[in-house]
């Protein structure tokens, strides 16, 4: 089945991350959610629910609403629907060691034709987002033809949610706990009040004034963001 290279990858008892079938009720349909993981290098792991398991990819700079950029998502192996709404640390010597910080979550509606599955075998799926950060038209396009084959692009489309200039990095903390990547790595608990990013309720005030759209619109930055900020302009490959 699809999660085979999922479950060879991971040793349970070693690792907190969620076994397949420990249950999908409190996901919803068509749910989408994207992991900041600081493993041997930072990146996304963007995932959409098709079929009951997320289709995955790692994108080391990372989703963005600005329409201008076109950012390189690795296809990865088929996630568990329960990894959906995991945060946590991966303990060292495990795949993928590092702290994982649920970055956004919500759901899609598919776009364009055919069913999800039709449309990853073509290699151009269309979507549009309704997250707490990300929201409106994207795109994921493999570039057939090239090195490995699992060489996809990460596309936001020009809409009113497209946002110039935005910058992933202003925006990192979790969705989950309100923590910051390090606080996450040091096991501190949820912060009371999750802080402020840029959520949904930003994007609207935005949208509806086109003056302000591709404002910065981060609050505080943590004092985590400066050091892994140059740690990602770094990375170039997904892990
Ligand atoms: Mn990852």
Not at 14 to 28: A, D, L, N, W
Not at 52 to 62: F, H, I
Not at 186 to 213: E, F, I, M, Y
């Amino acid at each position: 089945m699809a999660l085979e290279e999922y479950t060879k990858k991971r040793r349970f008892e070693k690792t907190p991350e969620p076994g397949p079938g420990m249950g999908k009720s409190r996901f919803p349909e068509n749910y989408f959610c994207v992991q900041r993981h600081d493993a041997t290098r930072l990146h996304y792991d963007f995932r959409l629910e098709m079929d009951g398991v997320l289709k995955s990819w790692a994108v080391p700079k990372g989703p963005t609403l600005d329409p201008g950029l076109k950012h390189f998502a690795a296809h990865v192996e088929d996630h568990p629907i329960e990894y959906g709404d995991f945060e946590g640390n991966i303990p060292a010597g495990n795949y993928g060691a590092g702290s994982v910080m649920l970055w956004d979550r919500g759901t899609f509606e598919l776009l364009g034709t055919g069913t999800g599955a039709e449309q990853m075998a073509k290699g151009d799926v269309k979507f549009r987002l309704h997250g707490e950060k990300l929201t409106g038209e994207f795109a994921i396009v493999h570039m057939k033809g090239r090195g490995k084959g699992n060489e996809w692009l990460l596309i936001k489309k020009r809409d009113p949610s497209a946002a110039p200039g935005w910058d992933v990095e202003e925006h990192a903390t979790s969705v989950l706990s309100g923590r910051t990547q390090e606080e996450i790595a040091q096991n501190l608990p949820a912060r009371k009040a999750k802080q402020k990013t840029a959520g949904a309720a930003d994007r609207v005030w935005a949208s509806s004034r086109p003056a302000k759209r591709g404002a910065k619109t981060a609050a505080t930055p943590a004092p985590a963001a400066s050091a892994a900020k140059k740690k990602l302009q770094k990375s170039t490959g997904a892990a």
